[in-house]
T-cell receptor, first 109, second 118 residues
Framework: GIQVEQSPPDLILQEGANSTLRCNFS?????LQWFHQNPWGQLINLFY???GTKQNGRLSATTVATERYSLLYISSSQTTDSGVYFC???????????FGKGITLSVRP | GAGVSQSPSNKVTEKGKDVELRCDPI?????LYWYRQSLGQGLEFLIY????????KSGLPSDRFSAERTGGSVSTLTIQRTQQEDSAVYLC????????????????FGPGTRLTVT
């Protein structure tokens, strides 16, 4: 099946810093989503982005489908950005999402 | 509108007992998914219901796991004869049915049920 790799596995930032989170996938995809898992375990939808670029406030994402990667940008990070960021993809005719292992982000005040 | 809801939020059970976990999808979403999240395995797919078609059960780890979806809405995940390795957070998600129209079919997740088998 499709493989999803996220990097770096852990990231520590000072409040106000910018960061880039990366997601590589091993095959063409129909769907790619970025999630933020908050401290209570809830998966919050950030972006639905199988291709192209989207922005939402301080967050933006770019997926280059032909090169099989996606990037999540966080600008002017805040302590509330802390948590785990997951990339998940859907490939082929099966609509299940395959998740990466996540990136644990800690933003220090 | 209301999101995906799951109940119970926490469940502690003894090894060997059966448990039922419930999921209420977003109204109008015809696709429903179950996943589980555990420390050793990360987030993994269990089962997918797509409208009236036969469910995709390819992710169920053993025949102790089953799920049904009644009336195209609420779903119940049943684990029989629970084992300690079943301890995990069970997550439900729903989406519009893929392939219908031009609307994106991103999946939205519920808060999960934390299952602890003692």
């Amino acid at each position: 099946g499709i493989q999803v790799e996220q990097s770096p596995p852990d990231l520590i930032l000072q409040e106000g810093a910018n960061s880039t989170l990366r997601c590589n996938f091993s095959d063409s995809v129909n769907n790619l989503q970025w999630f933020h898992q908050n401290p209570w375990g809830q998966l919050i939808n950030l972006f639905y982005i199988p291709s192209g670029t989207k922005q939402n406030g301080r967050l933006s994402a770019t997926t280059v489908a032909t090169e099989r990667y996606s990037l999540l940008y966080i600008s002017s990070s805040q302590t509330t950005d802390s948590g785990v960021y997951f990339c998940a993809v859907e490939a082929g005719a099966n609509s299940k999402l395959t998740f990466g292992k996540g990136i644990t982000l800690s933003v220090r005040p | 509108g209301a999101g995906v809801s799951q109940s119970p939020s926490n469940k502690v059970t003894e090894k060997g007992k059966d448990v039922e976990l419930r999921c209420d999808p977003i109204s109008g979403h015809t696709a429903l998914y179950w996943y589980r999240q555990s420390l050793g395995q990360g987030l993994e797919f269990l089962i997918y219901f797509q409208g009236n078609s036969a469910p995709d059960k390819s992710g169920l780890p053993s025949d102790r796991f089953s799920a049904e979806r009644t009336g195209g809405s609420v779903s119940t995940l049943t684990i029989q004869r629970t084992q300690q390795e079943d301890s995990a957070v069970y997550l439900c998600a729903s989406s519009l049915l893929p392939g219908q129209g031009l609307l994106p079919y991103e999946q939205y997740f519920g808060p999960g049920t934390r299952l602890t088998v003692t």
